[in-house]
């Protein structure tokens, strides 16, 4: 079984702060996945990475994945009140293995 | 982007009767469906791979019988919880491949279900 650990697993700061959010795993997975989800509702794509060392932006986010892509983390640069949410990893390797989920809470 | 909806949105019945929850892709194929379910403050937890044409693939520890899984078309895959009891109360959650290819997953909107 592959495990994927999220932390930290909750994250209230106030706007305008940083906030980074880690993913890791023991096992290799061929393309990594984060998604944010809002109460009631299914999650929603952010970014998927697929190279070791692969950095992508996304406006205000930053994903990375690790040289052995074994681990990710999301980095939202001035948070807001919309970035909150549940934000969920996902490993892909022929199916989806999804992280405990970081809950984010920014405070306006 | 791709769609998939569910139906219903959410559902309340009563612990012995049967659920039937229904996911579509709105505007593609999908010739591969998951279900999910996520407990409150929990994470998507995969349940089965439902594959048109043919059976569906369920993960450990869940049961076929009880969850019943039917992928009859391109675009519809259904799930029914069978003599529902309190504790399958949860949200689930369905999602598509397209068939052209790629491995994105759409999700649907989830399908918040209550037994009583």
């Known amino acids: 079984t592959q495990l994927l650990e999220q932390s930290p697993q909750f994250l209230s700061i106030q706007e305008g702060e940083n906030l980074t959010v880690y993913c890791n795993s023991s096992s290799v997975f061929s393309s990594l996945q984060w998604y944010r989800q809002e109460p009631g509702e299914g999650p929603v794509l952010l970014v998927t990475?697929?190279?070791?060392?692969e950095v992508k932006k996304l406006k205000r986010l930053t994903f990375q994945f690790g040289d052995a892509r074994k681990d990710s983390s999301l980095h939202i640069t001035a948070a807001q009140p919309g970035d909150t949410g549940l934000y969920l990893c996902?490993?892909?390797?022929?199916?989806?293995?999804f992280g405990a989920g970081t809950t984010v809470t920014v405070r306006a | 982007g791709a769609v998939v909806s569910q139906h219903p949105s959410w559902v309340i019945c009563k612990s012995g009767t049967s659920v039937k929850i229904e996911c579509r892709s709105l505007?593609?194929?999908?010739?591969?469906m998951f279900w999910y379910r996520q407990f409150p403050k929990q994470s998507l937890m995969l349940m089965a791979t439902s594959n048109e044409g043919s059976k569906a693939t369920y993960e450990q520890g869940v049961e076929k019988d009880k969850f019943l899984i039917n992928h009859a078309s391109l675009t519809l895959s259904t799930l029914t919880v069978t003599s529902a009891h309190p504790e399958d109360s949860s949200f689930y959650i369905c999602?598509?491949?397209?068939?052209?290819?790629?491995?994105?997953?759409?999700f649907g909107p989830g399908t918040r279900l209550t037994v009583l």
């Open positions: 999602s598509a491949y397209q068939t052209s290819g790629g491995n994105e997953q759409f």
């Open positions: 505007d593609f194929q999908a010739t591969t």
């Open positions: 996902a490993g892909y390797d022929y199916k989806l293995s």
């Open positions: 990475v697929v190279t070791g060392g």
